[in-house]
């Protein structure tokens, strides 16, 4: 059974600094998407990342796949109150079409 | 149209009503799925489709019945439901059912449910 955990759940921020949002999963996947969800909100997608040392950028944030220690990371750079939401990892798990997603990570970003 | 559109919005029903979830999405994606969502948790997968043909059902309850009329479509029949399926019912679409291409899952913005 595929388990994807994330870490911190809950991260208070201060705006300007950076931190990073880590998402481990327990079985082999080449497939790992991050997503955005504010409050009673859908599901935003921010990165798709499907290949081992993949790396993508998209204003302040940065996301990275490393498929043999399972494990991509959410990077923010000097991050902005724009950015409070929950951030969720999902891995794909085999040809399926299944998604499995982490627990997410609640972020809150405050002046 | 790069979107997937749900309806309705929102929708209060009682244990004994029927009422059906829609999904449309116009990308020519070949897969569609149903995620149920509750407070504050992750999304969990219900069904899933794939050319038009149910491909996955995570041991949902019989109350809960998918269709896909077409490869642009996706109902989701609810009756007689429990209190405890209020949540969020998401629906989404893939171009394929690998989902491993660039674009990956599209969401839509979701039924919020609410069963008295």
């Known amino acids: 059974e595929l388990k994807v955990e994330q870490n911190p759940l809950f991260l208070s921020m201060q705006e300007g600094k950076n931190y990073t949002i880590y998402c481990n999963y327990s079985?082999?996947?080449?497939?790992l998407y991050w997503y955005r969800q504010d409050p009673g909100k859908s599901l935003e997608s921010l990165f798709v990342?499907?290949?081992?040392?993949a790396v993508k950028q998209e204003g302040r944030l940065m996301a990275s796949l490393d498929t043999k220690a399972r494990l991509s990371t959410l990077h923010i750079t000097a991050a902005v109150h724009d950015l409070s939401a929950t951030y969720f990892c999902?891995?794909?798990?085999?040809?399926?079409?299944?998604?499995?997603f982490g627990k997410g990570t609640k972020l809150s970003v405050k002046p | 149209d790069t979107e997937v559109t749900q309806t309705p919005k929102h929708l209060v029903m009682g244990m004994t009503n029927k009422k059906s979830l829609k999904c449309e999405q116009h990308?020519?994606?070949?897969?569609m799925y149903w995620y149920k969502q509750k407070a504050k948790k992750p999304p969990e997968l219900m069904f899933v489709?794939?050319?038009?043909?149910?491909?996955i059902n995570e041991s949902v309850p019989s109350r809960f019945s998918p269709e896909c009329p077409n490869s642009s479509l996706l109902n989701l029949h609810l009756h007689a439901l429990q209190p405890e399926d209020s949540a969020l019912y998401l629906c989404?679409?893939?171009?394929?059912?690998?989902?491993?291409?660039?674009?990956?899952?599209?969401f839509g913005s979701g039924t919020r449910l609410t069963v008295v």
């Open positions: 989404a679409s893939s171009q394929d059912w690998s989902g491993a291409q660039m674009d990956g899952y599209t």
């Open positions: 079985t082999t996947s080449d497939r």
């Open positions: 990342l499907l290949s081992n040392g």
């Open positions: 999902a891995v794909g798990l085999g040809s399926q079409g299944n998604l499995i």
């Open positions: 990308m020519g994606h070949r897969a």
């Open positions: 489709y794939s050319y038009e043909k149910l491909s």
